[in-house]
């Protein structure tokens, strides 16, 4: 949200409406005044006109709202990032010049332009009862400053005789009791309800009344500078049409703070008082991440994106019989341990997907209509969840790049679940038989804390039928903050459906149960239900069910979104020192010329690390004081440069193949059609029971056989699904599954380009690696000797007896981390910033002995030839056996474990799902001696 160029001329001394940044740029500024929660008059009793009033008490949580009106220059950054639509300018009557008049404010502007900015700055618009509050205070003022007649300086009306606004921060004469500057005159305010005649009627005595639920027109508070003297009392609404605006038509944003304190009182219904006063640093949740703040009710929130931050910990996931009406998907409950993360803390709205709708990266709803229950034509609706979404589109959605925070997806049932009830960290007493029934504890459920349904035929909490706005039941918060978690919309999260999971499912960072690749299977779980649904046992914090999402979502269903918070960082602790560079998520070291990563970060080339455990010679090497300097005298088997001492790579041993160029880790590569080549030469194909005791479990790995194979090149990484594309293109491949209808399609998705090519059959791939109109010649599948060799290397790699020395993981013995492979093993929500494949190459401290990647995790690679015994050796060349309706694939993908991410493990598929990938191999004789 940094001024762009195009705002450059207003945005070097930050106007108001901006803040400057440590690079010396200029953001939109966050600046609010506090209100706080408590009891609030407004209205009046004989007002003229009479929808002004009856006099009433409302009940407000504690918010912020904007210190000033939007200025202009603001909601020019706001268009400039392709989010706020831009002011109907009428040269006429509209004072829209940001760049000559920045801190003038926003005028001309429509609801739906001043909800979009809100959104886009984390805040939202205030509810009326909000404005009138922080205008006047507890008491029944009639202007923001107090009962003194209006005058110019405390307020831009119509006797000043301007017919302009002038700058949002001044008049500090006529300042509300919170410090709101301009509640009275310069510009009338768009407020988030629907207005009726008959509203403060209807709330008197409510709880953070939002407004009516349904309308054509939206109310409006304040006056402008063309206002009468009477206009400017407090107590004045205003109707407006959603697209109605003008030379006076503006606004401010508001947030929720919440209204908790250390006063002994339970202010949020969950049995527990002054929760947030356990710790000074923020609540029980100790200190809050980067870039989220601790709030005034103990939780650690980001207001820019409008997230909870939950920290590292355990809970206990699913329903416990002794205390709550269990359902057997439910069960049995177990403890579970997620890292850090965070959600938003409301539903998506109609607002933010419309955004995505602009930005042309999100589809239409399949119904829009409010008559049809469709939030998102309805601009009275703005702010209600989004529905008539399908599951991959909530998918698509969570990974926008355009959204306030990074990196986002579908949060994870798990991650639902413990966002909803809380962790054992927030308990006390034993953490599975005190877990919350409910997000805001263990009270049943009422309007107050969720919209539902109170009785049976009726949908919500009354008079509506529909929907409501989202966060307009705070006291219904978790205590991470997130609300809506029950009632208003149910929602979908990433896991597959399956009722007996829990059963079987990990205690660690769970994501589901796996596909099975026979089928493509379209159940996903729902959690949280909606408001045609009571409280018992369908609000329960552990309820779940399993309905279609992957095509549809239907009137009452709606999602939030997650992200990690705390990724393992291969670059903390930083492995390169002083001389070198990590770089994020591969944790390969750049080093400073003259230095080399060696396996202990960047050394000098002339020098030894030294003795013991920092010694970068082989153990049984020395690091001697060679021509005045310290250098390595490396054992016969080894071969060194002087400086370290590595078993030999390919240059050391054969000079490369035509058209192939030594590298720098002495493997031989062909830039222009990106293999690497593999010399003549034997290995031992298959699992070592002696080492690898796992390997009785999978008794077509073993025996060990020996293989010679002939010289030939493998594609250096997985077949993208942008070189697949050119082959479809030309008519010779079938086109594969797309992301409209697969989940983790890459064909399709312009941002998975770059990744492996996936749902392709064995045939497909066969049929690629064929196609005659790719720049590496000849090609076919590789054999599975061919695949199982680039990944381990030959013996003429290797140092002592090749048989019992073969690599068990292409880069060596060390077990697989994210910068060695895109494996779940590791945890493949912590790996990358999206769930599913990653860009091909992408870990380069995974390359086999020969420069090959991927070679591990990411996709399972196809190769020729189906699952039966070794033949008894040694074997030359040999081909694939093809025999019944499976074929091999090898390598494992983003979701396998370690053990399938071993050079000797294999499987069979029948049909090509989205962990199916492949690349392709060609002979490629060495140079003639």
Not at 82 to 90: A, L, N, Q, T
Not at 686 to 693: A, I, L, Q, S, V
Not at 746 to 751: H, K, P, V
Request: hydrophobic content about 30%.
């Amino acid at each position: 949200m940094t001024c762009t160029s195009a705002a450059d001329s207003f945005c070097a001394s930050c106007h108001v409406g901006f803040e400057p940044t440590p690079e010396g740029a200029c953001s939109v500024s966050s600046d609010m005044v506090a209100v706080p929660g408590g009891a609030y008059a407004q209205g009046c009793d004989a007002c003229e006109p009479s929808h002004d009033g009856p006099e009433i008490e409302v009940t407000l949580t504690a918010f912020s709202i904007d210190r000033t009106e939007v200025p202009a220059g603001a909601y020019l950054a706001c268009m400039n990032a392709g989010v706020c639509e831009p002011p109907i300018d009428d040269v006429t009557s509209c004072h829209w010049d940001p760049l000559a008049h920045p801190a003038w404010p926003a005028d001309c502007i429509t609801h739906a332009g001043a909800s979009a900015y809100c959104a886009w700055v984390g805040k939202r618009l205030p509810t009326e009862a909000e404005w009138e509050a922080a205008a006047r205070g507890p008491d029944l003022r009639l202007y923001p400053w107090g009962d003194e007649a209006p005058d110019c300086a405390r307020a831009n009306f119509e006797a000043c005789g301007l017919d302009r606004p002038v700058d949002v921060d001044t008049l500090p004469d006529g300042a509300s009791p919170y410090g709101a500057l301009h509640m009275a005159g310069n510009l009338h305010e768009w407020v988030r309800d629907v207005f009726a005649a008959d509203a403060l009627e209807d709330r008197d005595g409510a709880i953070d009344p939002p407004g009516p639920a349904t309308g054509s027109w939206f109310a409006g508070r304040g006056a402008g500078h063309g206002a009468s003297a009477v206009d400017l009392e407090v107590r004045r609404r205003w109707p407006s049409g959603p697209d109605a605006t003008g030379p006076s038509q503006g606004f401010r944003c508001a947030m929720t703070t919440g209204s908790d304190g250390c006063d002994e009182v339970d202010n949020d219904h969950d049995g527990a008082t002054d929760e947030d006063c356990a710790d000074p640093e923020c609540g029980l949740l100790g200190p809050c991440p980067s870039g989220f703040a601790c709030t005034e009710h103990g939780t650690c929130e980001r207001a820019e994106s409008n997230e909870a931050a939950i920290p590292a910990g355990t809970f206990w996931m699913g329903c416990n019989p002794a205390r709550e009406t269990c359902s057997l998907n439910a069960r049995p409950a177990h403890l579970v341990n997620l890292p850090a993360y965070a959600i938003d803390r409301t539903e998506v709205t109609a607002a933010q997907w419309r955004a995505c709708v602009q930005a042309g990266s999100c589809p239409l709803p399949r119904v829009t209509a409010s008559n049809a229950k469709g939030t998102y034509d309805d601009a009275a609706l703005r702010e209600h969840p989004i529905n008539f979404i399908a599951w991959r589109e909530a998918l698509a959605y969570c990974e926008w790049p355009g959204k306030a925070a990074a990196a986002q997806r579908l949060c994870t049932e798990a991650e639902w679940e413990r966002a909803a009830r809380g962790g054992c960290e927030t308990l006390e007493g034993e953490c599975e038989s005190t877990m919350r029934l409910y997000p805001w504890g263990d009270d049943p459920a009422t309007c107050d804390v969720a919209h539902l349904s109170v009785e049976p035929g009726t949908l919500g909490c009354q008079p509506t039928d529909f929907t409501a706005p989202v966060g307009s039941r705070p006291l219904g918060r978790s205590i991470y903050g997130a609300l809506d978690m029950s009632g208003n919309v149910a929602e979908m999260v990433f896991d597959r459906y399956a009722g007996d999971y829990y059963a079987t499912s990990s205690s660690d960072a769970p994501f589901g149960p796996t596909l099975d690749l026979r089928f493509d299977r379209a159940v996903h779980v729902l959690r949280g239900q909606s408001y045609q649904r009571d409280q018992s046992p369908h609000l329960l914090s552990s309820y779940r069910e399993g309905v279609d999402h992957y095509y549809l979502g239907g009137a009452f269903d709606g999602f939030r979104c997650c992200r990690e918070l705390v990724p393992d960082d291969p670059c903390e602790p930083d492995p390169c020192g002083p001389h070198g560079t990590c770089e994020p998520h591969s944790g390969y070291c750049e080093c400073e010329p003259g230095y080399s990563d060696l396996g202990a970060g960047c050394v000098d080339d002339d020098e030894c690390v030294g003795e013991g455990d920092g010694d970068v010679c082989d153990p049984d090497a020395s690091c001697l004081d060679i021509d005045g300097g310290l250098a390595c005298d490396c054992d016969e088997a080894l071969v060194g440069d002087g400086f370290a001492c590595r078993e030999p790579g390919v240059c050391d041993t054969t000079e490369c193949a035509e058209g192939f160029t030594c590298t720098a880790d002495d493997t031989c590569e062909r830039d222009e059609s990106d293999e690497v080549w593999v010399p003549p030469g034997t290995f031992w194909m298959g699992c070592n029971p002696t080492f690898e005791p796992s390997c009785a479990a999978w008794s077509l790995t073993t025996p060990q056989v020996e293989v010679t194979l002939s010289g030939y090149a493998i594609d250096r990484h997985e077949v993208t699904a942008e070189e697949y594309r050119a082959c479809v293109t030309a008519g010779v491949c079938p086109t594969p599954r797309s992301s409209s209808i697969a989940q983790y399609a890459a064909y399709e998705d312009i941002a998975r380009r770059q990744h492996p090519v996936n749902y392709v059959d064995w045939s497909w791939a066969a049929t690629y690696c064929a196609w005659s109109g790719k720049d590496k010649g000849a090609q076919r599948l590789c054999t599975e000797a061919e695949w199982e060799r680039a990944a381990r290397g030959g013996c003429e790699t290797l140092s002592g007896d090749c048989k019992a020395t073969m690599r068990t993981f292409p880069w060596g013995e060390i077990a697989p981390t994210c910068g060695h492979a895109i494996s779940s093993s590791v945890d493949h929500h912590r790996c990358r910033p999206l769930v599913g494949t990653s860009e091909v190459g992408a870990t380069v401290r995974g390359r086999s002995p020969y420069g090959a990647l991927d070679m591990a995790g990411n996709v399972a690679e196809w190769v020729d030839g189906s699952l039966v015994a070794y033949p008894s050796g040694p074997l030359v060349d040999p081909p694939g056996t093809l025999s019944g309706d499976g074929r091999v694939v090898r390598g494992g993908d983003y979701q396998s474990d370690s053990t399938q991410a071993r050079t000797w493990m294999r499987r069979d598929m029948i049909m090509g799902g989205r962990e199916a990938g492949f690349r392709c191999c060609r002979s490629v004789d060495p140079p003639a001696p």
